[in-house]
């Protein structure tokens, strides 16, 4: 469930977010465009933290042993 609250809230912020940045560049606003790069950040957000945790669980392990 949080994966899926992560992906619709970026979506939601990345639509802003693209909005305002194509005002401000003077470029017409591209819906599908944002959605992409929206769920990219997303997955990629989502996969660190998991990576860096298991890195901290192998260190522990090393350091008991």
Do not use: C, H
Not at 26 to 33: D, S
């Amino acid at each position: 469930m949080r994966y899926i609250a992560v992906i619709f809230w970026s979506i939601m912020l990345g639509q802003v977010a693209g909005f305002i940045g194509g005002a401000l560049n003077q470029q017409t606003y591209n819906t599908n465009y944002s959605i992409i790069v929206s769920i990219v950040f997303a997955v990629i957000f989502s996969v660190i933290p998991l990576m860096l945790d298991s890195s901290v669980k192998e260190t522990k392990t090393e350091k008991n042993a």
